[in-house]
């Protein structure tokens, strides 16, 4: 039973362009939550998805992200025209119930913009 | 409100010493506590985690301390090993499911 899967383990960006980073959650997970980690400091919450509906994205930064959890495929965090302070590991968790049910991280991806 | 502050930012301790990690935080409606291990370049697993109407839980060498009225918990990590050495997030969730985390603690075990 695969765990969570995230791709790419590291993305490299220049300014100005977009950055997409796929998560497949674990087998019968149907939430995906993902989280922003900047060097040295703890995970910060972005936004709590199911199957094709946005269920809180109170941390997602008003402009340039979104994300989406389609009925097929994995869920995607898209960043458009990243910036310098985009750079972070970006980490994705997924569970059955939502979090007293198992709430499995993924290894993340982490993307350097230059 | 959301915050969750955990001290120290960093910790040494001897093998076979006790580690110990504190958070507090202060939202009442927080409901869960869990506790994450992270090696580097990994994402954070979870330890051990619980509920405001315990007081105590212990896994293994593992053990949350509750304190509600305080509203502070805290890891203990008896018999400290090497392999023990990572950096470790304490959580809380308000039923909303999403975790607020504390800033870290990187542990260090010397041999």
């Known amino acids: 039973n695969a765990g969570v899967m995230q791709n790419p383990r590291h993305l490299v960006r220049r300014r100005g362009q977009e950055a997409r980073l796929r998560c497949s959650p674990m087998k019968g997970h149907s939430h995906v939550y993902w989280y922003r980690q900047l060097p040295e400091e703890g995970l910060k919450f972005m936004v709590y998805l199911q199957k094709e509906n946005i269920i809180d994205e109170s941390g997602m930064p008003k402009e340039r992200f979104s994300a989406e959890f389609p009925k097929e495929g994995p869920s995607i965090l898209r960043i458009q025209q990243v910036v310098r302070g985009d750079s972070a590991a970006y980490f994705c968790?997924?569970?059955?119930?939502?979090?007293?049910?198992?709430?499995?991280f993924g290894s993340g991806t982490r993307l350097t913009v230059v | 409100q959301q915050q969750v502050k955990q001290s120290p930012q960093s910790l040494i301790v001897q093998k076979g010493g006790i580690s110990i990690i504190n958070c507090a935080y202060e939202?009442?409606?927080?409901?869960?506590f869990p506790w994450y291990q992270q090696f580097p370049g990994k994402g954070p697993a979870l330890l051990i985690a619980?509920?405001?109407?315990?007081s105590e839980k212990k896994e293994g060498r593992f053990t949350i301390s509750f304190n509600k009225s305080a509203k502070q918990f805290s890891l203990h990590i008896m018999d400290s090993q090497p392999g023990d050495s990572a950096t470790y997030f304490c959580a809380a969730s308000p039923r909303a499911q999403k975790l607020v985390f504390g800033q870290g603690t990187r542990l260090t075990i010397n041999p």
């Open positions: 968790a997924s569970s059955v119930w939502g979090r007293r049910h198992g709430y499995t």
């Open positions: 939202n009442t409606a927080f409901d869960y």
């Open positions: 619980i509920r405001p109407d315990v």
